[in-house]
């Protein structure tokens, strides 16, 4: 048998490692309230009142806005706004306004604008917020253009399939949504009153800092190139989390029967793995070392409202509707998230520092498509983007595609392509994808010529001429060929 080929396995451990870190990392804290939070938007929010701001009828003058300005408050990854995407997309959001939302949370929410400007300088943070929110609603309205007939079933599918619900929202759910939004900030918002340690302890574990080296030793990690590796906190997380998806599978699958133990044992599971993922915990030469983080003591907080909503405002029928409804997104995307990042965790590795000055040191077309191309690949976590961009400026990458990374990174992960076409369909997917990479690469190449030095008022002009272009072309569009009101 011919022996494997020397770069395989390092490719492997790549996938490998870069899918532990992930699960370790990211999957509690961010995508499972986000999970819980597009279960009640399908569960608990009646259509009327998504659609009056975000719906296909709506005027766009409101709805776009209205996503963008949702969006801008997330401070959340490709990955995390997928499963919210599908809520309100499933609930009866307009295409157009669900795209806008999910192009600009992730995008440039505030957090993110803010991050930009202090690492890299507030005129690329202006760029990434001013081009993100022109390009972003321009996505949307193409989106809707393209596909407006399948939007109109799309709409009329809602109807049907929500019409026994009223058209008032209960203020406890809106309450109980409302504190599940708090638990995704608490757990995702790097403030540092939420990151820092306020209280700490040691246990005396023997051995500690020697699992620690060998976890280091089986997934190196290195910072600057965003690769986070495995801690032994992430170990036990990754343990716990394969017992949250037994016990789900139990008590979940079938809670349309009634509550049973499994149920209950899985909610519970949920609740202090969370608590665990919030604590900072250290391997050192006495033991371990736990803190209780200002993330600890939020989660805290944001779990004991949902247990009182859920125990007191909540209706039985309700509360099993949601984690139906919650539970059928976990199955949806969760299998090709992890595809996704350990196929991505694969390809970094072969990806080449030495050629981001070669391919994109210029304001050029092909530099701005390879700052999206490098998008597309890294696939970090939320806010990680930006010291990697940092990065790629200190070695050489022009400011322009460094821009178009920055738009792209966030959206066009390999792992988010997959979950959105289980939601949406291949070919709204891949438009959508193509749409985006190249809004991005024109974002860079604008932004990158004011850099090289075009005078500001021909770039004005240019997006000026660019959004008369595309309002012209869908105003003809919509007198042209109106928009279905039934199929």
Request: hydrophobic share 55%; aromatic share 12%.
């Amino acid at each position: 048998m011919e022996s494997i080929p020397a770069y395989v396995l390092p490719v492997l451990y790549g996938g490998l490692g870069n899918l532990a870190a992930y699960l370790a990392a990211h999957v509690l804290l961010c995508l499972l309230p986000a999970f819980f939070i597009a279960g009640g938007m399908a569960a608990l929010i009646p259509k009327e009142t998504i659609t009056r701001f975000l719906g296909r009828n709506t005027r766009k003058t409101i709805s776009y806005p209205a996503a963008a300005g949702a969006a801008s408050l997330l401070a959340v990854c490709s990955c995390t706004i997928v499963p919210l995407f599908a809520g309100i997309y499933k609930k009866g959001a307009g295409l157009g306004p669900a795209i806008t939302c999910l192009f600009f949370a992730p995008a440039a929410n505030v957090l993110a604008l803010v991050y930009t400007g202090g690492i890299i300088g507030p005129d690329l943070a202006f760029a990434r917020l001013f081009l993100s929110l022109v390009f972003g609603i321009g996505i949307g309205l193409i989106m809707a253009l393209i596909f407006r007939s399948d939007d109109a079933a799309h709409d009329q599918a809602t109807d049907s399939a929500f019409a026994v619900q009223g058209p008032a929202m209960h203020r406890a759910a809106l309450v109980f949504l409302f504190a599940w939004v708090v638990l995704l900030l608490m757990g995702t918002l790097k403030l540092d009153v939420l990151t820092g340690t306020h209280i700490q302890f040691e246990l005396p574990i023997a051995g500690a800092q020697g699992w620690q080296a060998w976890l280091d030793a089986l997934v190196p990690y290195d910072a600057a190139k965003g690769e986070e590796g495995v801690s032994v906190q992430g170990v036990l997380l990754i343990g716990l989390l394969g017992a949250i998806g037994l016990t789900a599978w139990r008590g979940l699958e079938t809670i349309h029967d009634g509550f049973t133990a499994w149920t209950f044992a899985s909610l519970a599971l949920i609740a202090l793995t969370l608590l665990f993922a919030a604590l900072a915990i250290q391997a050192t030469p006495a033991g371990l070392s736990f803190g209780f983080t200002g993330k600890f003591f939020g989660v805290s907080l944001a779990l004991l409202a949902i247990y009182f909503l859920a125990r007191y405002r909540i209706d039985a029928d309700s509360l099993r509707e949601w984690l139906w409804e919650s539970w059928r997104f976990v199955k949806q995307i969760f299998p090709l998230l992890v595809g996704g990042v350990f196929v991505v965790g694969m390809i970094r590795v072969l990806i080449r520092p030495e050629w981001i000055e070669t391919l994109a040191g210029t304001n050029s077309a092909r530099g701005t498509l390879a700052g999206v191309a490098f998008g597309l690949f890294m696939s970090l976590p939320t806010l990680v983007e930006v010291p990697i961009a940092k990065m790629f400026l200190d070695l050489g990458m022009h400011r322009g595609p460094l821009l178009a990374y920055l738009m792209a990174d966030p959206e066009l992960s390999l792992q988010s392509i997959l979950i959105i076409t289980a939601i949406i369909g291949r070919t709204k997917t891949w438009t959508y994808v193509g749409l985006v990479a190249l809004f991005s690469a024109m974002a860079g190449y604008t932004y990158g010529a004011w850099v090289d030095g075009m005078p500001l008022y021909w770039l004005a002009l240019w997006i000026a001429a660019f959004i008369a272009a595309l309002s012209v072309l869908l105003s003809v569009a919509s007198r042209r060929y109106p928009t279905p009101t039934g199929v």
